[in-house]
């Protein structure tokens, strides 16, 4: 699994004027719970990049005063007018204690149904999960392969081994549709099909037609 590594400092002051001064010298303050105790620290702005900025999934390796704290990304902040981070939580992980971690999907596999002129409709990028750290992964694969048209792959479809999904298992996460030119084609087909149905209507009539005749003349 990818990983970054983070060199920061303890925090020892707290309070607005002491966190202004921390992001005038382009440092983020940041929090580690999870683990024996909660360490409040900073780090440069620059070092946060790589997990903050990506839809991938990864560990961070925190040093702070010589010890390296095992964590993952849990929850960040952004300045409301400059858009900069202003803030970061990470979780330790501990090895013995579950934890709850949001894991991208990754789709693999052709649809049956794009094969069949559909189209692919993904509507979950991730899922959340609980899970012991040592069974964390960068992404959870999702083969849609077998997806017919008009189906749904749902959350209660998703493989996850020796971890509990949090989502609602009805939930739909990928689902292939049917094209414009399909529903052309369909709403086409009854009506190339209509004057045949009719043909054995007009035979039927022709018999009655000639009976009728006879009695017309008289």
Known sequence: MKSITIEGQLRTESGKKATRQLRSQELVPGVIYGGESEINFSAPAASFKSIV?????????????????????????????????????????????????????????????????????????SIKVKTLPKYLKEHIEVDLTELQLNENVRVENIIAENMEVLNSPRIPIASVTMTRQLKQEEAATPKAAAPKAAAPAAKAAAPAAKAAAPAAKK
């Open 53 to 125: 900025y990506t839809a991938e999934f990864m560990l961070a390796n925190i040093t702070i005063d010589g010890k390296t704290y095992r964590c993952i990304l849990k929850d960040l902040q952004f300045n409301k007018v400059s858009d900069l981070l202003s803030h970061v939580d990470f979780l330790e992980l501990v090895e013995d204690k579950k934890i709850i971690a949001t894991l991208p999907l990754k789709y693999v596999g052709v649809p049956a149904g794009v094969k069949a002129g559909g189209k692919l409709v993904t509507k979950m990028k």
